[in-house]
């Protein structure tokens, strides 16, 4: 599963990025600003910073979600690019929560459009879903997404997601990469 703990952070590692478990703690700092954030993570944090789908709504929700420890992990993850001498934050990628009963977990990301085409959202994906599946009682990742972005279902496609049919809202569609599809 290569999770690893640097202080208080919990973080997983792909080969060019860094993805940093989100706290209640960080989603504060988030909250108050850019600057606040890259002084609390120690990277640089771009100016137009949030990416998209990731607003206030979303800082809120996983707030209240963080306040319970357990969920770290199974919430929002800080991505963050590795440079050879420092980090810059890219985007957002995580999960909705933990497993329902039917062992399955949805996973979400977001990418700053100057980020975006260089693989990034496709490399975290595939982090997320190893991170998911290092858990026994997860049996399947989806995620949902709008039959018009193209892009998003190809990081999709290419960790191993197969269509499933209508997500969980009008318009939209779902997802999923199975436990067994992978063995």
Same mark, same amino acid.
């Given at each position: 599963?290569?999770? !690893?703990? $640097?202080?208080?952070?919990?973080?997983?590692? #792909? @080969?060019?990025?860094?993805?940093? +478990?989100?706290? #209640?703690? !960080?989603? /504060?700092?988030?909250?108050?600003?850019?600057?606040?954030?890259? +002084?609390?993570?120690?990277?640089?944090?771009?100016?137009?910073?949030?990416?998209?789908?990731?607003?206030?709504?979303?800082?809120?929700? /996983?707030? +209240? =979600?963080? @306040?319970? #420890?357990?969920?770290?992990?199974?919430?929002?993850?800080?991505? /963050?690019?590795?440079?050879?001498?420092?980090?810059?934050?890219? *985007?957002?990628? *995580?999960?909705?929560?933990?497993?329902?009963? $039917?062992? $399955?977990?949805?996973? *979400?990301?977001?990418?700053?459009? =100057?980020?975006?085409?260089?693989?990034?959202?496709?490399?975290?994906?595939?982090?997320?879903?190893?991170?998911?599946?290092?858990?026994?009682?997860?049996?399947?990742?989806? +995620?949902?997404?709008?039959?018009?972005?193209?892009?998003?279902?190809?990081?999709?496609? @290419?960790?191993?997601?197969?269509?499933? *049919?209508?997500?969980?809202? =009008?318009?939209?569609?779902?997802?999923?990469? =199975?436990?067994?599809?992978?063995?």
């Amino acid at each position: 599963m290569d999770e !690893l703990y $640097s202080g208080k952070l919990r973080f997983i590692e #792909s @080969k060019r990025l860094r993805l940093i +478990a989100a706290t #209640s703690d !960080l989603i /504060a700092e988030d909250l108050k600003g850019p600057k606040s954030l890259a +002084a609390s993570l120690k990277l640089s944090v771009p100016d137009n910073w949030p990416p998209d789908l990731y607003d206030r709504q979303a800082m809120d929700f /996983a707030a +209240a =979600q963080l @306040k319970d #420890s357990s969920e770290r992990g199974w919430s929002f993850w800080y991505l /963050a690019r590795k440079k050879s001498n420092s980090e810059e934050l890219l *985007g957002m990628c *995580g999960f909705k929560g933990r497993p329902g009963q $039917s062992g $399955s977990v949805e996973i *979400g990301y977001s990418i700053l459009s =100057q980020f975006r085409n260089k693989g990034y959202a496709t490399e975290a994906a595939s982090r997320l879903v190893d991170w998911a599946f290092g858990h026994a009682n997860v049996t399947e990742v989806c +995620a949902e997404t709008l039959p018009h972005l193209k892009q998003s279902i190809r990081v999709l496609e @290419k960790n191993g997601f197969s269509f499933t *049919g209508q997500g969980s809202e =009008q318009g939209v569609i779902r997802y999923a990469v =199975q436990r067994s599809d992978l063995d």
